[in-house]
Structure formats: C-alpha cells, structure tokens
T-cell receptor, first 114, second 116 residues
Framework: AQSVTQPDIHITVSEGASLELRCNYSYGATPYLFWYVQSPGQGLQLLLK????DTLVQGIKGFEAEFKRSQSSFNLRKPSVHWSDAAEYFCAVGRRDSNYQLIWGAGTKLIIKP | DAGVIQSPRHEVTEMGQEVTLRCKPISGHDYLFWYRQTMMRGLELLIYFNNNVPIDDSGMPEDRFSAKMPNASFSTLKIQPSEPRDSAVYFC??????????????FGPGTRLTVL
C-alpha cells in the first residue's frame, strides 16, 4: 500500500539556521510529490511540487526539495529560516494511476527559536 | 482573487444535532475536495467532486455524513446526527483541470467543529 512517512513530529531550529524536513514514500512507480505548509489557524498552502524532470525543485518562500528515487525521499530544505516559517509542513504523494488521490504524511511541526 | 471560502469558521454544537458546513470554491475550478483533519488521523480525504458530480466518496466515514454540490460555486458537507468523535477541522479545497493530478489544490481556512 502507498504511504508517506514524515519521521519527525516536531523540529526546533534557531532563526537563521538551515532546515531540512524529511519525507519518505512507499509507492511502486514514480509518484507526484508535494509539500504543503499550514500556518496556525490556516488552510494548507502549496510550497512546491515535483512531477518529472529536474529532481531539485524550487518553491515559494525560499524553500526547495530534492527527489531522490534511490532513497524514495523528497526532503524539504531552506538555507536560513525566519520566525515566520514556524508552521506545520505536510508531504503528500499523488498516485499516477488515481487522479487526485493524495496520500498525506502526518506532518512535521517546525518551531523556531529566537 | 478570492480564495476558497468556508463557513462557518467555528461551529460548536451538541451531540445529535445536524451540522452543515459550506464551501465556495475558486471560480473556474472544477474539482472540489472535502478533507477532515484530526490529531489522531491526520488529514483525510472524505469526498471529491468533478463538475459538481461526486467522484469518490469512499472516505466518508459513515452514513451520517453527506455532501452535495448543487452548482459550480457551492458545496455542503452535512453531518446528521453529529457525534463528539466528529470534532475536527474540516477543509474544503478546489483545483482546476489540466489533465491530471498535477493540479494544485487550493485550501480554504477550514471549519473547526466541536461536538459536545
């Protein structure tokens, strides 16, 4: 069965430090891959997505993610975090054989230390 | 452009009461999704529509839940009767057809439902 694992429930990072959020998926073929961010009390906003081509994807707010097929991973990175990045981050996998069915990770809550 | 609009933003009701959640998708979008988010189960897809027609309702937890989309600009999710375990944040999202799952889903702010 397809699944998405975000192994870190919480991550605490100092403001200005670099960030990497992990996402691993289980799927038989190359999936569609997404990262969404949810600020407190808000809906989810798309940060970036991968479908094919260049495995390094640039997104909004200075985020990027790299698809590594050999590791079944799609980790999210940012070189320098800002206090406003404090939020919950969700990785999602879309099945190529089932339009619009997204499988969601449990989310990683990012805490920023001043 | 207005985003996805959901109402109410907060709903507190008593067990056994009917609850109706409302969603207005982004104009021009032809897919609409209803999700439920809880601490225990995370984000779950309940049902989605294409051109106002329900495509997959396999995520609807029980017969107490029903969803309708009478036109392209309005959808409802109804729970009757409501139970405390229905307490969650319910999100509506919409997207536009471009040939596949590559479409971005735009989420509303959610409705926080509390059933006492």
């Amino acid at each position: 069965a397809q699944s998405v694992t975000q192994p870190d429930i919480h991550i605490t990072v100092s403001e200005g430090a670099s960030l990497e959020l992990r996402c691993n998926y289980s799927y038989g073929a190359t999936p569609y891959l997404f990262w969404y961010v949810q600020s407190p009390g808000q809906g989810l906003q798309l940060l970036l997505k991968y479908f094919s081509g260049d495995t390094l994807v640039q997104g909004i707010k200075g985020f990027e993610a790299e698809f590594k097929r050999s590791q079944s991973s799609f980790n999210l990175r940012k070189p320098s975090v800002h206090w406003s990045d404090a939020a919950e981050y969700f990785c999602a996998v879309g099945r190529r054989d089932s339009n619009y069915q997204l499988i969601w990770g449990a989310g990683t809550k990012l805490i920023i230390k001043p | 452009d207005a985003g996805v609009i959901q109402s109410p933003r907060h709903e507190v009701t008593e067990m056994g009461q009917e609850v109706t959640l409302r969603c207005k998708p982004i104009s021009g979008h032809d897919y609409l999704f209803w999700y439920r988010q809880t601490m225990m189960r995370g984000l779950e897809l309940l049902i989605y529509f294409n051109n106002n027609v329900p495509i997959d309702d396999s995520g609807m937890p029980e017969d107490r839940f029903s969803a309708k989309m009478p036109n392209a600009s309005f959808s409802t999710l109804k729970i009757q009767p409501s139970e405390p375990r229905d307490s969650a944040v319910y999100f509506c999202a919409s997207s536009r057809t471009s040939g596949g799952i590559t479409d971005t889903q735009y989420f509303g702010p959610g409705t926080r439902l509390t059933v006492l």
